[in-house]
């Protein structure tokens, strides 16, 4: 059986995409064409906390329609607290960074991300800016 290959985005990501920002555009048609578009369900949370009436947030649901979503699991939890306590106040990582990471690094994805800087406090984690 293949291996899935997936792009897993972070939302900064996801967010220049929505913006329609000629750049992420490129990397996701060229990122969908050979692999499943994959993004945690943080990242949906934060993307619907930005909508401010129905409309944004139906077109904001809409366009995940072909994004796998990564659900949280509870090793996730219990692994982003422990990376939250270590590195928050030393290196400024964000609660919800700590998750997307989490599910990242249990599915042995790369993030895609414009804030590696968030991401380089955690060891084994891989990270790439894609544009």
Same mark, same amino acid.
């Given at each position: 059986?293949?291996?899935?290959?997936?792009?897993?985005?972070?939302?900064?990501?996801?967010?220049?995409?929505?913006?329609?920002?000629?750049?992420?555009?490129?990397?996701?048609?060229?990122?969908?064409?050979?692999?499943?578009?994959?993004?945690?369900?943080?990242?949906?949370?934060?993307?619907? @906390?930005?909508? &401010?009436? %129905?409309?944004? #947030?139906?077109? =904001?649901?809409?366009?995940?329609?072909?994004?796998? !979503?990564?659900?949280?699991?509870?090793?996730?939890?219990?692994?982003?607290?422990?990376?939250?306590?270590?590195?928050?106040?030393?290196?400024?990582?964000?609660?919800?960074?700590?998750?997307?990471? @989490?599910?990242? &690094?249990? %599915?042995?994805? #790369?993030?895609? =991300?414009?804030?590696?800087?968030?991401?380089?406090? !955690?060891?084994?984690?891989?990270?790439?800016?894609?544009?």
């Amino acid at each position: 059986m293949a291996t899935e290959t997936r792009t897993f985005v972070d939302t900064d990501v996801l967010i220049d995409i929505a913006r329609k920002n000629l750049r992420a555009l490129d990397f996701w048609r060229r990122a969908e064409g050979r692999s499943t578009m994959t993004c945690s369900v943080i990242s949906v949370f934060e993307l619907l @906390a930005g909508c &401010r009436n %129905l409309r944004e #947030q139906r077109a =904001t649901l809409g366009s995940f329609a072909t994004v796998e !979503i990564v659900q949280v699991e509870s090793g996730d939890s219990i692994q982003a607290l422990q990376w939250y306590r270590s590195y928050h106040l030393s290196r400024g990582i964000g609660f919800l960074d700590c998750f997307v990471a @989490a599910a990242a &690094r249990r %599915l042995d994805c #790369q993030v895609h =991300t414009i804030n590696t800087k968030h991401f380089r406090a !955690i060891r084994d984690l891989k990270t790439m800016r894609p544009y």
